[in-house]
């Protein structure tokens, strides 16, 4: 994990910095490989009218970016309070990618594999259609991809999919180049 840590309108202490560093111990024993970079700001905020401290924590992981605001008197109890939120803000959203991927790949298993043709493409915007034999319209994205690029597929390609249900109806949860 990266981290940078900034002082604003004032001199950072040592003790700070330990915290900091114990704390980012922590985040990387939890979530290894989770959170990919960490920005911590202590900031003197004398014209805030709660005065005092602002802490800010800028934590980026995959596909989402978690900021954490926490302001008080002193610095070292706001940090504690601001790592506490973050972590738990960081359970949440593993939680819900494993919750999300359970149930895709319990989706994708009913749903089996099916054949379809590629209907459109939008390589640009990175997904594209697949026109299914029951004549369905699948979304997909370049994401659902593979053992194959999106500038390798033409419109009436051969592919293999599973479906799943998405927010605005059928989409693929993978495709794969029909074998030939």
């Not at 997909?140 to 500038?151: A, C, G, P």
């Given at each position: 994990?990266?981290?940078?840590?900034?002082?604003?309108?004032?001199?950072?202490?040592?003790?700070?910095?330990?915290k900091i560093e114990e704390e980012k111990a922590k985040l990387v024993r939890h979530y290894a490989n989770f959170?990919?970079?960490?920005?911590?700001?202590?900031?003197?905020?004398?014209?805030?009218?709660?005065?005092?401290?602002?802490?800010?924590?800028?934590?980026?992981?995959?596909?989402?970016?978690?900021?954490?605001?926490?302001?008080?008197?002193?610095?070292?109890?706001?940090?504690?309070?601001?790592?506490?939120?973050?972590?738990?803000?960081l359970k949440e959203i593993v939680r819900k990618k494993q919750n999300h991927k359970n149930v895709k790949v319990?989706?994708?298993?009913?749903?089996?594999?099916?054949?379809?043709?590629?209907?459109?493409?939008?390589?640009?915007?990175?997904?594209?259609?697949?026109?299914?034999?029951?004549?369905?319209?699948?979304?997909?994205?370049?994401?659902?991809?593979?053992?194959?690029?999106?500038?390798?597929?033409?419109?009436?390609?051969?592919?293999?999919?599973?479906?799943?249900?998405?927010?605005?109806g059928p989409q693929a949860s993978w495709v794969r180049m029909a074998k030939a």
């Amino acid at each position: 994990m990266e981290l940078k840590v900034e002082a604003r309108n004032l001199d950072m202490r040592k003790g700070w910095l330990e915290k900091i560093e114990e704390e980012k111990a922590k985040l990387v024993r939890h979530y290894a490989n989770f959170v990919l970079h960490l920005r911590v700001t202590i900031e003197a905020t004398p014209g805030y009218k709660e005065g005092g401290y602002e802490v800010r924590l800028v934590a980026s992981v995959p596909n989402d970016t978690v900021v954490v605001k926490r302001w008080g008197e002193k610095v070292r109890p706001i940090l504690v309070e601001a790592f506490d939120v973050l972590g738990l803000r960081l359970k949440e959203i593993v939680r819900k990618k494993q919750n999300h991927k359970n149930v895709k790949v319990s989706e994708a298993i009913v749903a089996g594999n099916v054949s379809g043709t590629i209907k459109k493409l939008f390589p640009e915007d990175a997904y594209g259609f697949i026109t299914t034999p029951d004549d369905d319209e699948v979304f997909f994205h370049e994401n659902v991809l593979r053992d194959v690029s999106m500038h390798q597929l033409s419109e009436g390609d051969a592919v293999m999919l599973a479906i799943t249900s998405g927010d605005k109806g059928p989409q693929a949860s993978w495709v794969r180049m029909a074998k030939a």
